[in-house]
């Protein structure tokens, strides 16, 4: 990491010793107005008290832990059960061997209406003449 990215430009090329010394407002994204707010806030007014500050080393810590946290067993078998779920749905999810026999459709498949193909299409048909019948009846 090039620190000079991170502080002001009046701070670029300063030792690490001076950076930590130098007031809060040093840091890039830290303005005279933000460095007096942390000042009043926290008593922060350089950027050793900011480093040294305990929010500031809690929430590293917790962020920091937070990668390494192992899922509890509940959120295991959760993640197991919508696997399997979508692996279900979706059985040709799974990627292609690359030694696979793998052909190619030349041509596409006839597609078929779907209303006439629906496998209860009759009695969907049937239940819409019946409430239109109840609807005009009720008018």
Same mark, same amino acid.
């Given at each position: 990491?090039?620190?000079?990215?991170?502080?002001?430009?009046?701070?670029?090329?300063?030792?690490?010793?001076?950076?930590?010394?130098?007031?809060?407002?040093?840091?890039?994204?830290?303005?005279?107005?933000?460095?007096?707010?942390?000042?009043?806030?926290?008593?922060?007014?350089?950027?050793?008290?900011?480093?040294?500050?305990?929010? /500031?080393?809690? &929430?590293?810590?917790?962020?920091?832990? %937070?990668?390494?946290?192992? *899922?509890?067993? =509940?959120?295991?078998? $959760? +993640?197991?059960?919508?696997?399997?779920?979508?692996?279900?749905?979706?059985?040709?999810?799974?990627?292609?061997?690359?030694?696979?026999?793998?052909?190619?459709?030349?041509?596409?498949?006839? /597609?078929?209406? &779907?209303?006439?193909?629906?496998?209860? %299409?009759?009695?969907?048909? *049937?239940?819409? =003449?019946?409430?239109? $019948? +109840?609807?005009?009846?009720?008018?």
């Amino acid at each position: 990491m090039n620190i000079d990215t991170v502080v002001d430009k009046e701070y670029v090329g300063h030792s690490f010793r001076a950076l930590a010394a130098a007031p809060t407002s040093a840091l890039r994204g830290i303005s005279a107005k933000d460095a007096k707010a942390l000042a009043q806030a926290f008593n922060v007014h350089t950027v050793r008290d900011l480093a040294n500050l305990g929010f /500031v080393k809690w &929430a590293v810590a917790i962020t920091t832990l %937070a990668e390494l946290e192992q *899922e509890t067993p =509940q959120e295991q078998a $959760k +993640e197991t059960l919508l696997d399997n779920a979508v692996e279900m749905t979706f059985p040709a999810s799974d990627p292609v061997s690359v030694d696979a026999g793998i052909t190619r459709i030349e041509v596409p498949p006839e /597609v078929v209406d &779907a209303h006439d193909d629906h496998q209860h %299409a009759a009695k969907v048909e *049937e239940c819409t =003449q019946k409430g239109l $019948k +109840e609807k005009a009846a009720a008018h």
